[in-house]
């Protein structure tokens, strides 16, 4: 039996946006768009995992809400899940893995090139922006 590792992604709000962060490794996703997070480690469970990864990545608190349902597959052996998540503190900054990063409103998240598995869950999370969520 092959074990599927989850990759948990955030869809980080705060004062009515969605928190959007480009690529810069690897090659083949540079420059592309996507809701930041990572690997779970074995014995955390994804909220913990995205706190953790949020904290690494950006350099912010964040406390997690909610998971979108669904799941995503990516490269062979992993799956995406996202969850929302709300912004404690912290400026976000792209210290791994991302070079930009950009507070987007929900009639605009359509705006930058967003990897194909992070779409279903960005249209979701920009539904749930727009009905008030994360304000």
Known sequence: ???????????????????????????????RWELPGGKLEPGESAPEALVRELRE???I??????????EWPLKP???????????????????EDHDELRWLEPGRVDEVD???????????????LRAGAGA
């Open 1 to 31: 039996m092959t074990t599927v590792r989850v990759v948990v992604g955030g869809a980080v709000f705060h004062q009515g946006r969605l928190l959007a962060a480009r690529r810069s490794a690897p090659p083949e996703l540079a420059g």
């Open 114 to 128: 967003w990897l194909e598995q992070d779409r279903p869950a960005v249209a979701e999370a920009a539904a749930r």
């Open 57 to 59: 990545e950006l350099g």
């Open 61 to 70: 608190e964040a406390e997690p809400i909610e998971r979108i349902a669904g």
């Open 77 to 95: 052996g992993y799956v995406l899940q996202v969850w929302t998540a709300r912004l404690l503190e912290g400026e976000p900054r792209p210290l």
